[in-house]
């Protein structure tokens, strides 16, 4: 068992909550940048996204008439807090101290709700733009959701453990997931789009059609949270598909001392996060919006297909090709 | 299912400028809706009627802030057939140069905004870009970037310098690089083709039906274009095509305006090559008017824009309408929408690459009962003076 000092620094400092939120505005300033770049514009300054997130919160809230102020101030708490927990589970200097078997199913769980109080937020402003975003991105998440959870426990099936840290260290004996499950890794990369709402699945915050969607009615301290849970999901779900997919922080050679070898993870884990975000921001500057129709048809058709058929396939190598 | 009402507009970030949807939706399935054109009259039409010939082109600039020289042209086009004026072949060039370079931009524009509706924000990005060196030329010969105020009665107010003519040169051979990139994408942008093929389809019948013209009307196969089949400036004198398509839904009114990029630059580069020597308006210009009516015609880059000017022997227009491109297209559009989803109201709008103050029209509406209509000239008079007096005058 670790320290319990050395552990309150890794929740909370490094590489818990602080690194964290430093990293998710990083993120968001390399996405807005290598957008701006590839539409030919200048981007952003480096601290922009700081810049924005405190000139937000500073802004005024305004209460819409007959809500529920508590649910409405507490949705992006909860989301904000989701997906900074989630994100202890996933391993970014060597395995998570807090690993235990099953966090895969937790992390899946805890990324799931900034949707939901998404979904929530826009039920509740009684406003019939944010009604509509809200009803669509409640939708959106039974397309995406299905195919995404079967992908991502291929791996976990695949290496014979519940635990991200586990299937990480599985992969330093063997090919990368991403190797192995190809399909799984595409179809991984394309839901965690559709899960945080990016072009070409921003369909419930759709700007031209219904203003900003579930979004409408936030303002101040509220809009620059459920912000920021959008941007750390971002990080999270990289991170994810990272550990699952691109055998996270493991350094293939034995490298000594030990905290170099630390250092050569953590370098690792930077280096294949920003190689996922840029897939992502590629994939967001070259599309443009989907229908929700259209999406209903492309995702059980062919995603949730072609994830099912992934799954079948592992269970198939695990019975012939790979004994751990 | 309920049916739910979707306001979109006065203020909605989709729009430009103001407009008023009400969309009455099942679901994402659009019922019907209702449309309120009217929230930005300015009574140009009757500040034409105020002022000299000279004083009234730069107004009807004013009428749109795209096809700002198509209102100026065809303003002077009719005045200088009632007139009975020939006007220089420079002059007629030059004004064909600005008129198709004036085009390019607002196609150009128009891309960028249909992507935009589909949330494409990348196309938007680089047509504007590269709508600057359209745009930049346009500087160079006006000195304006949108209001040129080039016309007069007779001819153009500048004349084109050797350096001016070399500078528009340079720029065409990027342009047609970038339009050829366009004609690409367009046909091969994955979300382009599914948000814009089968989108609010109108058959040929309906838009001869409602009276639709332009790129909207092309775009379902009416073979009209008004320069050529009723032909002014030097339209006949110069090789182009009429862009036509078949599929009369979005992705067609897509092609069609590309289409007429590619024809734009090639009229522009031909007008240019073979700009003729001469002066470049008539030696003097008659102050009055003869007593006449004359219908104006003109292939804006929005569709056929209308001038119907009546002169009374002074120096004023005694009446002038103006009958915009956007006027004949917006009943299609109510049309286009019905059966469509909620998502594509956005982009089906903008196929028709509406101006909406351009097209704004007196509407009465009575505060305590909302009812709507149109009202008689004697009652408004009445109405007037009943309000402020006797001393207005009909």
Redo the contacts between chains.
């Keep these: 068992m670790i320290d319990p000092l050395l552990l309150t620094v890794y929740i909370l400092i490094f590489p818990g909550f602080l690194f964290l939120l430093a990293y998710s505005l990083f993120f968001q300033y390399i996405d807005r940048k290598l957008a701006a770049r ?4 200048v981007g952003p300054p480096l601290l922009q996204p700081l810049a924005d997130f405190i000139k937000t919160l500073g802004k005024e809230v305004i209460d819409v008439k007959g809500v529920d102020r508590g649910a409405f101030s507490a949705a992006p708490l909860i989301a904000l807090a989701a997906v900074m927990t989630a994100f202890l589970y996933i391993p970014i200097i060597g395995a998570s101290p807090l690993a235990f078997q099953g966090d895969l199913i937790l992390v899946l769980y805890l990324m799931t709700l900034p949707t939901l109080t998404l979904f929530v937020v826009g039920w509740l402003s009684r406003n ?2 944010a009604c ?1 975003g809200a009803i669509r991105s409640v939708t959106q998440l039974f397309i995406y959701e299905v195919p995404f959870f079967l992908v991502m426990l291929a791996p976990a099936l695949m290496a014979g453990t519940w635990s991200v840290s586990e299937i990480v260290a599985w992969q330093q004996a063997h090919p990368w997931c991403a190797v192995l499950q190809p399909i799984g890794f595409v179809i991984a990369l394309i839901a965690l789009q559709a899960k945080l709402e990016r ?2 699945f ?2 419930p915050e ?6 900003a969607g579930p979004w409408t009615e936030m303002t101040g301290h509220r809009l620059a949270l459920m912000k920021l849970a959008f941007d750390v999901s971002l990080v999270t779900g990289s991170a994810l598909i990272t550990a699952l997919f691109l055998g996270g922080p493991e350094v293939p050679w034995v490298i000594t001392p030990a905290w170099l070898a630390a250092l050569a993870g953590f370098g690792l884990f930077l280096v294949k996060t920003l190689a996922v975000l840029f897939i992502l921001s590629t994939l967001r ?10 999406l209903n048809d492309i995702g059980w058709k062919y995603i949730a297909g072609a994830a099912v058929f992934q799954v079948a396939l592992v269970l198939v190598m695990n019975a012939w090709w790979v004994q751990p | 299912m309920v049916e739910v009402m979707v306001p979109i507009g006065p203020q909605h970030p989709a729009l430009k400028e103001p407009v008023n949807f009400r969309i009455y939706v099942e679901g994402e399935k659009i019922v019907r809706l209702d449309l309120d054109l009217s929230y930005n009259h300015r009574g140009i039409e009757k500040a034409a009627e105020e002022r000299n010939f000279i004083r009234v082109l730069p107004l009807l600039e004013r009428v749109c802030g795209i096809c700002s020289h198509s209102h100026a042209t065809v303003f002077a086009k009719g005045i200088e057939e009632i007139m009975d004026l020939e006007v220089p072949a420079r002059a007629q060039y030059i004004r064909t140069i600005m008129a198709e370079l004036e085009r390019m931009h607002s196609h150009l524009l128009w891309l960028g905004v249909a992507a935009h509706e589909i949330g494409f924000n990348t196309l938007l990005m680089w047509t504007w870009r590269d709508r600057e060196a359209v745009l930049d030329t346009l500087e160079e010969m006006s000195g304006n970037r949108v209001h040129y105020n080039m016309n007069e009665i007779g001819g153009v107010r500048l004349d084109l310098s050797e350096k001016q003519v070399a500078a528009a040169q340079q720029r065409l051979p990027l342009l047609e690089d970038r339009i050829a990139q366009y004609v690409d994408m367009v046909s091969h942008q994955e979300t382009m083709l599914i948000r814009f093929r089968g989108v609010g389809k109108l058959s040929k019948e309906e838009i001869l039906k409602y009276g639709t013209v332009g790129p909207t009307a092309r775009a379902s196969g009416v073979d009209y274009d008004v320069r050529r089949d009723d032909s002014y400036l030097v339209y006949d004198e110069v090789p182009w095509n009429v862009v036509t398509d078949s599929s009369g839904d979005v992705y067609g009114r897509t092609k069609v305006r590309i289409g007429e990029l590619s024809e734009s630059l090639k009229i522009v580069r031909h007008c240019i090559e073979n700009l003729p020597e001469g002066p470049v308006r008539v030696a003097s210009t008659p102050k009055m008017a003869p007593k006449g009516e004359i219908l104006s015609r003109y292939e804006a880059p929005r569709g056929e824009l209308a001038h119907f000017i009546r002169t009374n022997g002074t120096d004023k227009a005694e009446r002038l309408d103006i009958r915009t491109p956007t006027l004949a297209n917006w009943t299609s559009v109510a049309k286009a929408l019905v059966n469509q989803n909620l998502a594509d109201i956005p982009v089906i709008v903008a196929a028709i690459d509406p101006c909406l103050s351009c097209t704004s029209r007196m509407t009465v509406i009575d505060t305590g009962t909302q009812a709507q209509g149109s009202i008689s000239w004697e009652e408004l008079v009445r109405k007037c003076r009943a309000r402020y007096g006797m001393g207005v005058q009909p």
């Design positions: 590839m539409q030919h514009r019939v733009f509509v072009t070409p921003d369909i759709a700007e031209t059609e219904i203003v500057v070259a599309t443009g919006r989907i229908r929700l129709d259209q």
